[in-house]
């Protein structure tokens, strides 16, 4: 399995808290990417990191933010977490963009009551 | 809108019978991929077919592309129980910069 580690794997918290997800790889691939998977829509990119500092945003950017100060970290914030946040989130990386594969972490499970 | 559209959305069939799944998309791609990702796991890249590939085999799984009709299928042949999983085409747009768009997934059940 490609070096990619979710953290954290499950968290629960309240509306309107902040939240931040973390990614971290031991690949050195240049491209990191959050998606979001729900029932029903499949996976939805929310942000993706092309380089240190690179940042653009998805399909479903809207209350969320990144931030990747060194390669083999991207975090994900959500700064006042709705219920309709909740979902599982997946990070992925790929050394060539969508040239290449992308390679998944095994998801962080949020909910948000 | 998705810009994959899986066929599908879930089909069952008996171990050691073929299973064939479609993906329809609606903008020019560069390539297209296949993941598989089982129950609480993050998906697994299975094949990449680029757009001037018609077909590509990897042990039981074939992959075919037809961009005249915006389609690709991937056929897994003698199933086991061990496929039972989700089974996901992601398309890389040509003006998309290096992003997958991805389908909603088919969900195939192996019964022993």
């Known amino acids: 399995d490609a070096g990619i580690t979710q953290s954290p794997r499950h968290k629960v918290t309240e509306t309107g808290t902040p939240v931040t997800l973390r990614c971290h790889q031991t690949?050195?691939?240049?491209?990191m990417y959050w998606y979001r998977q729900d029932p029903g829509h499949g996976l939805r990119l929310i942000h993706y990191?092309?380089?240190?500092?690179?940042?653009d945003k998805g399909e479903v950017s809207d209350g969320y933010s990144v931030s990747r100060s060194k390669t083999e970290d991207f975090l994900l914030t959500l700064e006042s977490a709705t219920s309709s946040q909740t979902s599982v989130y997946f990070c992925a990386i790929s050394d060539q963009g969508s040239n290449q594969p992308q390679h998944f972490g095994d998801g962080t499970r949020l909910s948000i009551l | 809108s998705q810009q994959g559209e899986e066929d599908p959305q879930a089909l069952s069939i008996q171990e050691g019978e073929n299973a064939t799944m479609n993906c329809s998309y609606k903008?020019?791609?560069?390539?297209l991929q296949w993941y598989r990702q089982n129950s609480g796991r993050g998906l697994v890249h299975l094949i990449l077919i680029r757009s001037n590939e018609r077909e590509k085999h990897s042990g039981r799984l074939r992959v075919t592309l037809d961009t005249s009709k915006k389609s690709s299928s991937l056929l897994i042949t003698a199933s086991r129980a061990a496929d039972t999983a989700s089974y996901f085409c992601a398309t890389a747009v040509i003006q998309g910069a290096q992003k997958l768009v991805f389908g909603q997934g088919t969900r195939l059940t192996i019964n022993p």
């Open positions: 690949e050195n691939h240049r491209y």
């Open positions: 990191s092309y380089g240190v500092k690179d940042t």
């Open positions: 903008t020019s791609i560069n390539n």
